[in-house]
């Protein structure tokens, strides 16, 4: 980082009050600024396409839009631009996802106040941020020169099998999911149908139900993480 030059920052995030709490942490630094903020990536792309920012906080569940698909976008329309994800998903689960899709860090929003801030200066060197444990899996995935055998039900999915995923669990039927993800309620029948071989479930009655289940255990960790 350049000694006196300030870094402006936009912040994607579906809850106002999330923004703002990360725009005060954020102002409270010399050489940061935070320039805007959006709540889907429609509202996203419009403002970094005016602004460019040197970094773009991003969530990874936004209003009717998919924080992936938009880091994806952002790395393929702006390549100079820091993807850092701020997220109540699981590291475990979605860090490798998204530093492959180009993003530059992750972090809990359990642990984002204490450690936004540095996390962002890490990533506006140049590094990549990511938590001392999640770090150590991936090196030893690499090392291994393969995937760890992992406890999760979803590390095998693809992407987007994730999101229909996730959807269901929410209790989304086809024509909401597809309207969500702008796909048609055929390809939502065909993530299923993915989905069902890829998790060894009988039929879409379990899959519902294996889906409520990720949900509510999801759920139920992300509100333990904040107490």
């Known amino acids: 980082m350049s000694i006196g030059k300030k870094y402006t920052v936009v912040i994607v995030d579906d809850h106002p009050i999330v923004r703002q709490g990360f725009e005060q942490l954020l102002e409270q630094e010399p050489d940061l600024v935070v320039i805007g903020g959006a709540e889907d990536a429609v509202g996203a792309l419009e403002l970094i396409a005016k602004k460019v920012p040197?970094?773009?906080?991003?969530?990874?569940s936004l209003k009717n839009s998919s924080g992936l698909e938009l880091i994806k976008d952002l790395i393929v329309l702006y390549p100079d631009i820091k993807i850092l994800v701020i997220s109540l998903h699981d590291e475990e689960v979605y860090a490798e996802r998204t530093i492959r899709a180009g993003a530059r860090g992750f972090i809990m929003k359990a642990e984002a106040t204490e450690n936004v801030v540095g996390a962002v200066k890490r990533v506006l060197k140049g590094e990549i941020y990511l938590s001392e444990e999640m770090k150590s899996q991936m090196l030893e995935r690499l090392v291994a020169g393969k995937k760890k055998s992992s406890t999760s039900i979803i590390d095998d999915l693809s992407d987007r099998e994730i999101q229909v995923f996730e959807l269901m669990g929410e209790g989304m039927?086809?024509?909401?999911?597809?309207?969500?993800?702008?796909?048609?309620?055929?390809?939502?029948?065909?993530?299923?149908?993915?989905?069902?071989?890829?998790?060894?479930l009988k039929d879409s009655a379990e899959?519902?139900?294996?889906?409520?289940?990720w949900n509510l255990k999801n759920n139920y960790l992300n509100e333990k993480s904040r107490n």
């Open 54 to 60: 040197d970094i773009a906080l991003v969530d990874l």
């Open 173 to 200: 039927k086809n024509q909401a999911i597809a309207a969500k993800l702008h796909i048609s309620i055929k390809t939502v029948e065909t993530y299923k149908s993915h989905l069902k071989s890829k998790l060894n």
């Open 207 to 213: 899959l519902m139900q294996r889906a409520v289940e």
